[in-house]
């Protein structure tokens, strides 16, 4: 009886860790964005630098969490490639990695507690409670991961639907003799209720260029942290308009409507797939359905029927 309270005890807490990870990493409001975009203008080896640095000398604690980390083999791979992933997925806070690496642990050892309190009482324990180990952490690190990248495509999803209309605005506001940084900024402005991301993506790169730095490259990072191709290519054409002198309002317009073509041809093909989709739940869910809808009632008749017969008889 104290074991199963204990153990509940413990799962209790478990979970309100989990949740209060997850409420800090994805709902909580960012932290000083100038400040953060500032520190985004240092190269990527400086910062990788220092990063290593304040792990290994102590820091917060979060960043002691992180050294921890660093100290198994593979772990500075894996951080950098789940902080790139977070960047994509629009989680850019300083403590995001923290958070997630905090999430992922305490997820795994919660799955490493019940799968020893289910096997408690088998008698093969060994053999078995290897193999649930094995599986809990293969699947504590595995699933966090798995949600990191639909949160990334779910993003990416966010950003392709709002280029359109974002550029079309863009190029009307161009037009109207404002500078690119001015008519950026005007755009997310007024995008940032109606398409957040965008809005805050072009607000990340004019204050990047702002503070100082070329406008090739923060259009680079741009296209860096968000990884789409549309993105890439008008991130090209305005450093292009901009080093030939081209007119940039023109061209805005004409790739908008390049974007609601390729934007419609999309959901052709999506409506195209729909269905083979439908295929699958069809066979298995609805034509069993039909089948015992329409040949149950005949069954059933012909054995009354025979039933009656052998009776006479």
Do not use: H
């Amino acid at each position: 009886m104290l074991m199963n309270l204990i153990f509940f005890i413990l799962v209790g807490g478990t979970l309100s860790l989990l949740l209060w990870t997850g409420y800090e990493l994805f709902f909580v409001n960012q932290e000083n964005p100038l400040a953060d975009r500032l520190e985004g203008l240092q190269s990527q080896a400086m910062v990788t630098a220092a990063r290593t640095s304040r792990r290994k000398n102590g820091g917060t604690g979060l960043d002691r969490v992180l050294g921890f980390i660093g100290l198994f083999p593979g772990g500075e791979d894996w951080m950098n490639g789940t902080e790139k992933l977070l960047s994509q997925a629009g989680v850019r806070r300083k403590s995001a990695l923290a958070l997630y690496c905090i999430f992922v642990l305490i997820f795994t050892a919660s799955l490493f507690a019940g799968t020893i309190y289910l096997q408690k009482d088998n008698k093969d324990a060994a053999a078995s409670l290897f193999g649930g180990l094995v599986a809990a952490g293969l699947l504590g690190f595995i699933l966090p991961k798995q949600i990191l990248y639909r949160l990334v495509k779910r993003y990416r999803r966010k950003l392709q639907e709002a280029l359109p209309d974002t550029v079309d605005l863009l190029g009307i506001v161009l037009g109207t003799g404002l500078s690119l940084d001015q008519s950026m900024m005007r755009v997310s402005d007024e995008m940032k209720y109606i398409y957040p991301e965008l809005a805050s993506e072009f607000a990340t790169v004019v204050m990047q260029v702002r503070a100082g730095q070329e406008r090739g490259k923060s259009f680079n990072q741009f296209v860096r942290r968000t990884g789409i191709e549309d993105i890439k290519s008008l991130a090209a054409m305005i450093v292009q308009s901009e080093k030939f002198g081209t007119s940039l309002a023109q061209a805005l317009k004409v790739y908008a409507d390049a974007l609601r073509t390729r934007r419609r041809l999309r959901v052709e093909a999506e409506v195209g797939k729909a269905g083979i989709k439908m295929l699958f739940p069809i066979v298995v869910f609805i034509l069993p359905v039909l089948f015992v809808i329409t040949l149950v009632p005949g069954m059933l008749s012909v054995l009354k029927n025979l039933q009656l017969l052998g009776g006479g008889r």
